[in-house]
């Protein structure tokens, strides 16, 4: 994968953080406007960033709603075009990118972005791997939820990839999903997701003493 330092792509904002770096997520395209941006990525260099929608954008949804200036770029991985003209597509999560000046914003928004590393990636992490499978283990077996982690748990991705699968797929608020893709190390949004799990795992346990009978039916969103 080559890595640039500075580029222009069209953004796709959403309500929710849906891609990491090293991960893979599915789209349906809809909207006239996000149809015209992926016509123009088909026709370049299959790019385009996935952007977070600030709160309060339902306002101005239809416009150009103010986004969180940390998101993930995205390679086009694959795509169908449907009978009624909409697509599914599948983005490979590359690298977080900061969100410099809008280059356009009519009908879909160009920005200007720069790639944000993360400076400690290419360490080992072993003992973090393995705690973090450890514990991760035990909050699917716990849970009251039906928490599906089977791909990353029996895979032998990178641990970035392992974390950022986590992060992305425990239930937590938006804004906590937000900051763990917002943090510059790997080693930090290891030891933040392992927070998450292990406040998780706290919960259920305390329910699990105050009454079994509750603990089955509570949620951990």
Known sequence: MKKVETLHAPVFPLPTVNLFP?????YHIFEPRYLEMLQSVLERDGLM???VLRPGYEDNYYGTPEIFPVGCLGQLKSYE????GNYNIVLDGLYRVGFGQMIKDNPFRVVEMQELP???QEHDFQEEREDLLL???YLVEHSPDKL???PILHGDDSFTALVNMIARTLPLKNIEHYKLLALDSVRERANE???HIDDQIE???LMKRIDPIISDEISLN
């Open 22 to 26: 090293e991960t893979t997520a599915s």
């Open 49 to 51: 960033a996935m952007g």
């Open 81 to 84: 075009e449907l009978e009624n």
């Open 118 to 120: 993360e400076h400690d």
């Open 135 to 137: 514990r991760l283990n």
């Open 148 to 150: 599906d982690f089977s």
């Open 193 to 195: 997701t392992l927070w």
């Open 203 to 205: 919960t259920i346990e």
